[in-house]
């Protein structure tokens, strides 16, 4: 099977601007999570999809929003960038919520902020 | 709410010694316990779960790591590592809360292996 992928791998934007990351699950996974990983805060849980709908939600402002298609693929927005936001963006694919829980990370989007 | 401490940011070991990276976590509820690993430029890959059952769980590339509920601890140890085994570590632990799949990580262990 093809693992978790993750586009762009690599992004440089300017401060105000907006973003949105692409991520495609594992066939046959219908959660997404997606994480931030910086070197101050460490990995931080972002939100998750399941079925198209959001079930769960981290400390992050609003200008951070996702959504998940029909087919699982999901997408992350970030509006109104800041310098802040520069981070390694990781998503995660698993099974619907099983006991194991156990997820599958992509490579993850480099975001740099300027 | 759940959270997991990584005490060591930084362990370097000579080649072929063992290792123990250290993980506690804190929860009131019962939790799924994982370590994983994370090479330069890359996501992160699974070493091994402990969900239930036996406290002593092995994982890949020879790593294995024990639950101790009193000590609410969750250690990783490989009795000799290899230089391949350079890389950074993350205990995380997932529970029952509310649904849905959500990890809380450790701050991870920069494992550094010299000849």
Redesign the interface.
Known sequence: KAG?TQTPRYLIKTRGQQVTLSCSPISGHR?V?W?QQTPGQ????LF?Y?SETQ??K?NFPGRFSGRQFSNSRSEMNVSTLELGDSALY?C?S?LP?T??????????TRLTVT | AQSVTQLDSQVPVFEEAPVELRCNYSSSVSVYLFWYVQYPNQGLQLLLKYLSGSTLVKGINGFEAEFNKSQTSFHLRKPSVHISDTAEYFCAVSGLTGGGNKLTFGTGTQLKVEL
């Open positions: 978790v959660s999570s994480y460490g990995l931080q849980f998750e399941f079930r769960n981290g990781l995660a698993s919520a006991a194991s829980y156990e997820q599958y990370f992509g490579p993850g």
